[in-house]
């Protein structure tokens, strides 16, 4: 984990679809910031105050996935959803506002040994299991959970097969159906890695079924809360 912090300047706002907001960043804040070199590597951005773009609020910033990463740029998939801070700056940012970075880390631990790969997740991973998509020559098999039909932006692989399955939920702001969706997966034969992202409390029925059904160690699989259902 790093907490050496850097300032981002947007250079471009795009909606993804009807649920995600693409935001590029970069400038020369971004020159000493080095990639993690592992594809799901996210940072805390903290937002800017809405009358002071270049000021920061002191509020805790927000997890996001880094979508893309090379020299002095970086891009970001923000998901929109009813309150929030990250999400309602992405519904009204600006080209020129700054986002500041204040910690950087990375959760996905494939083995080496991994023949194949299984990304489970809500919309919030579809930031990070493109990039491991796409930086991979595994076969993958993909499955998403997304609230709008709309929100299936297409994945590309990298050397290996990919295999996506989309789930339609409109109510995944209100209840998450990845603790169902993990009992539905394909088991492939031999040595892989199974990386669960999405809501805490799905993500740990998936953890539980994954430790006690299928009986995997804890270097085989991966699950990470990157958000809550509002109580
Ligand atoms: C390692 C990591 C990587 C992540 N990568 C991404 C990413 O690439 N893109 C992305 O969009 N998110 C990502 N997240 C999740 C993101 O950090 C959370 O969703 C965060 O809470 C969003 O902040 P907010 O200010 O919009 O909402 P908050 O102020 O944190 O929450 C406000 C309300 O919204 C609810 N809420 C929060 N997130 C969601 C959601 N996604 N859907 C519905 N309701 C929600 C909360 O329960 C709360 O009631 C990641 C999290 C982690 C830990």
């Given at each position: 984990m790093s907490k050496q912090s850097y300032t981002a300047e947007v250079t471009a706002v795009t909606r993804q679809s009807p649920s995600l907001v693409r935001v590029e960043l970069?400038?020369?804040g971004?020159?000493?910031?080095?990639?993690l070199g592992v594809p799901?590597?996210?940072?805390?951005?903290?937002?800017?105050?809405?009358?002071?773009?270049?000021?920061?609020?002191?509020?805790?910033?927000r997890w996001y996935s880094l979508a893309e990463v090379g020299p002095q740029r970086m891009a970001l998939g923000i998901v929109l959803h009813p309150g929030g801070r990250g999400s309602g700056w992405a519904e009204r940012a600006t080209?020129?506002?700054?986002?500041?970075?204040?910690?950087?880390?990375?959760?996905?631990k494939r083995p080496d040994d991994a023949a194949w790969?299984?990304?489970?997740?809500?919309?919030t991973a579809l930031p990070a299991f493109a990039r491991i998509c796409a930086e991979s020559a595994l076969p993958t098999q993909v499955v998403l959970e997304?609230?709008?039909?709309?929100?299936?932006?297409?994945?590309?692989?990298?050397?290996?097969?990919?295999?996506v399955r989309w789930v339609h939920n409109a109510d995944l702001a209100a209840s998450s159906t990845l603790g169902d969706l993990v009992r539905e997966l394909p088991r492939p034969e031999g040595p892989g890695y199974?990386?669960?992202?999405?809501?805490?409390?799905?993500?740990?029925?998936?953890?539980?079924f994954l430790r006690d059904e299928w009986r995997l160690g804890n270097d085989r699989f991966g699950a990470i809360g990157y958000w809550r259902h509002a109580r």
């Amino acid at each position: 984990m790093s907490k050496q912090s850097y300032t981002a300047e947007v250079t471009a706002v795009t909606r993804q679809s009807p649920s995600l907001v693409r935001v590029e960043l970069g400038g020369a804040g971004l020159a000493d910031f080095r990639s993690l070199g592992v594809p799901d590597e996210a940072c805390v951005f903290e937002f800017p105050t809405p009358d002071t773009p270049r000021r920061h609020l002191p509020e805790p910033g927000r997890w996001y996935s880094l979508a893309e990463v090379g020299p002095q740029r970086m891009a970001l998939g923000i998901v929109l959803h009813p309150g929030g801070r990250g999400s309602g700056w992405a519904e009204r940012a600006t080209v020129g506002e700054t986002l500041r970075i204040t910690e950087h880390n990375s959760w996905f631990k494939r083995p080496d040994d991994a023949a194949w790969q299984i990304l489970l997740g809500d919309i919030t991973a579809l930031p990070a299991f493109a990039r491991i998509c796409a930086e991979s020559a595994l076969p993958t098999q993909v499955v998403l959970e997304v609230p709008d039909p709309g929100d299936e932006v297409p994945i590309a692989g990298g050397a290996g097969a990919v295999d996506v399955r989309w789930v339609h939920n409109a109510d995944l702001a209100a209840s998450s159906t990845l603790g169902d969706l993990v009992r539905e997966l394909p088991r492939p034969e031999g040595p892989g890695y199974v990386y669960v992202a999405g809501e805490s409390k799905a993500t740990r029925t998936a953890r539980k079924f994954l430790r006690d059904e299928w009986r995997l160690g804890n270097d085989r699989f991966g699950a990470i809360g990157y958000w809550r259902h509002a109580r």
